[in-house]
């Protein structure tokens, strides 16, 4: 057992989660995460101009202050999401915040975007390594523009991020998700295209949105991605609902509920936004991926690329070495020669 696994394990017996977190960040900062073997090729895939070595990245919100990018690409992921960062930093919302629902595989978060601010995090991200490394901006609780936000976090990390998420879809900061429907979302992306057109180069921006959207909403917002050139979706951040099934004594907690209930509901609605895509830009899936079967489901579903988090809180990191080498088997299983031949094939 690594180093990095018996911190994280005994970490995750701290009965407050936010502390566990807090703890693996500096384990990973202090190098003791866990390096794992190069990637199968057959993993490999372009994901709107970025070589991934392998489909499986980080989901924003772990790496929230662009902390530790490094070491989750050395312990097997293929792209990092840092973020949510806001203008200003932020303190979030009054702990607790975030609960482990053990029973149910699942999480609650009302974190409220708690994050250094982007002077802080510009600094950080100009001096990580190889890898790609994408950023996730959002707007401050209190801005009085926050698409302003949106353009500003553009602004300030261009040139320092691989690749751009326009975060649209938390359910913790009020009101942050009427931006993904009607005039707002038509101001949003009209706004951010228009500053990246003046920003020069070809770093990629994506729009990540909720999982709870009605049929014709998923057809305007994929419209909308499309006539403003952005070059993809994330399909998506935790939902408001909350599955009868629930079991876990925090189920009522107010939040985004993320992790093994989400998967079902996240991955009927990627299958939706890729229908309406019509393949003008690409699809990224998450939610409830747990194992290397979940992630191919994705794939086939019409992801080129998955992202996951709450699977970590209850596998730790060691979970990557699973998921990839599963999903290459499953790949050769089904006859197709590399991962972009099974994208969308139902
Ligand atoms: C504690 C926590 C904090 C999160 N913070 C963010 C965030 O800051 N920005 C964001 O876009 N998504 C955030 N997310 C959502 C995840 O990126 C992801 O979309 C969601 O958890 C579903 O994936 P999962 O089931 O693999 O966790 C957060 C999730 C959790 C559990």
Known sequence: MSAF????????????????HRLTLLGLQAGLGPRVAADDPALAIDLAGLALPNPVGL?????????????????????????????????GNPRPRLFRLSQDRAVINRMGF???????????L???????VGANIGANKE????????????????????YFTVNVSSPNTPGLRALQTG?????LLGRVAEARGTLGGITPVFLKVAPDLEDAEIEAIADAVASVGFEGIIVGNT??????ALASRWRGETGGLSGAPLMALSTRVLGQFHQAARGRFALIGVGGIASGADAYAKIRAGARAVQLYSALVFAGPDLM?????????????????SLAEAVGVQ
């Open 5 to 20: 696994h018996s911190l994280a394990t005994r970490a995750l017996r701290l009965s407050d989660p936010e502390d566990a």
């Open 59 to 91: 989901a924003a919100g772990f790496d929230k202050n662009a902390e530790a990018p490094a070491a989750m690409l050395a312990a097997g992921f293929g792209f990092v999401e840092c973020g949510t960062v806001t203008p200003l930093a932020q303190r």
């Open 114 to 124: 708690n994050n250094v601010g982007l002077k802080s995090f510009a600094k950080r």
């Open 126 to 132: 100009a001096g990580r390594g190889p890898g790609i």
């Open 143 to 162: 801005s009085a523009d926050r698409i302003g936000d949106y353009v500003t976090g553009l602004t300030r990390l261009w040139g320092l991020a691989d």
């Open 183 to 187: 005039e707002a979302l038509q101001e």
């Open 239 to 244: 939902t408001l609902s909350r599955p009868s």
């Open 321 to 337: 070495i699973n998921i990839r080498q599963d999903m290459a088997a499953r790949l050769k299983a089904d006859g197709f020669a």
